[in-house]
């Protein structure tokens, strides 16, 4: 357990976390939403500080967090925790989200350790996913200052809801996000579990990451069927994207599968998936992507210009033509971030 750096007191010993957008105000031995974040006598401690479930992390592909522009290939050490500041009704991880285990019973890693893991994994780079990443931003910190100096890339894959204060803290450290924008309305938020979240705060988050941190930016937005699978909101969430983020952000349009209290509806269509990377293309988005599909033409990556497979992925294999980001028939930009860009990308 460790006292969190991200929270406000007030005269009556109740605090206000400012690590996610909740915003929470916690009274005197009370937690948070997230039920990671405690109030004790008048301060905000982090109980879960370090537990990592499963007491490790796991290598994965680059791809799977999805992340298709950043380090294609690559392979990146996956770690998550318990508790989550979201209770989506198709959490694939509900399992660790939606449940948190006593402080005494998680055995504590300390972020060199996980460093050493990553490294010794043969990893490009560590995450912090499978569940909400803003509930602990103070440990990914911790984590994320000693990244650069053994070589490893950082990312987190996150609903967006970190503060801009959690992103000032882990800002300087983090070289990638995946946001999940599950939806573009409060109703659509409230139709997957989502209650009192402004879907303009996780926006704006996503937009400050870019702009102020430099942080590398892929949207993803998981098709619900009856859910958020409209034209309308499809279509908006591409808008928004071409508009705020910048027709080069990639964007990732997910299959559903049945889960947790979603079980009883059926796999998205994939005429309904396709029908949303076209919408994508057509507002104006140069990358859309389907994922969840065992086989797709649109999951390669083509050049907006000439049309030409830059990089192809199939079946776990992935093969990258592009040379410092560009395209190798007709040189125009991709805004894929590889290795032989990797010192100048912080910049770009």
Excluded at 128 to 144: C, G, K
Excluded at 213 to 230: A, L, R, Y
Excluded at 305 to 318: A, P, T, Y
Aim: aromatic residues 10%; charged residues 20%.
């Amino acid at each position: 357990m460790k006292e969190a750096k991200l929270w406000l007191g007030d005269d009556k010993g109740n605090v206000t976390c400012i690590a996610c957008v909740r915003r929470c105000v916690i009274p005197p031995g009370r937690v948070g939403f997230c039920r990671t974040r405690e109030n004790r006598d008048g301060k905000l401690m982090s109980p879960f500080w370090g537990q990592v479930v499963g007491g490790s992390g796991t290598l994965d592909p680059i791809e799977k967090k999805p992340l298709y522009h950043f380090y294609p290939g690559t392979h990146v050490y996956s770690v998550g925790g318990w508790g989550c500041n979201f209770l989506c009704a198709m959490c694939q991880n509900y399992h660790i989200a939606h449940a948190v285990p006593k402080p005494d019973v998680a055995e504590t890693v300390e972020p060199m350790q996980l460093i050493k893991w990553a490294v010794e994994s043969g990893a490009s780079g560590i995450a912090f996913t499978y569940n909400e990443p803003a509930r602990w931003p103070e440990y990914i910190q911790d984590t994320f200052k000693h990244a650069a100096s053994n070589d490893l890339y950082t990312v987190v894959v996150t609903n967006g809801s970190f503060t801009r204060q959690a992103l000032d803290h882990i800002g300087p450290y983090t070289d990638a996000m995946a946001v999940d924008i599950k939806a573009m309305t409060d109703v659509s938020l409230s139709k997957i579990g989502v209650e009192g979240i402004d879907p303009d705060d996780i926006l704006d988050s996503t937009v400050y990451a870019r702009d102020r941190w430099g942080m590398h930016i892929e949207c993803i937005t998981n098709v619900i069927p009856t859910v958020n699978d409209s034209d309308e909101e499809l279509t908006a969430t591409a808008t928004w994207i071409r508009d705020n983020l910048g027709p080069r952000v990639p964007w990732h349009v997910t299959r559903f599968f049945p889960a947790y209290r979603f079980s009883h509806l059926m796999p998205t269509d994939l005429s309904v998936l396709e029908r949303a990377y076209r919408i994508g293309l057509e507002v104006g988005l140069m990358f859309v992507y389907i994922g969840n599909v065992a086989s797709s033409s649109a999951s390669a990556t083509y050049c907006p210009r000439c049309q030409s497979v830059v990089i192809e992925r199939s079946k776990g294999h992935i093969e990258n033509r592009s040379v410092k980001g560009q395209c190798t028939k007709c040189g125009e930009y991709l805004g894929v971030i590889t290795e032989d860009i990797r010192s100048e990308f912080r910049e770009c």
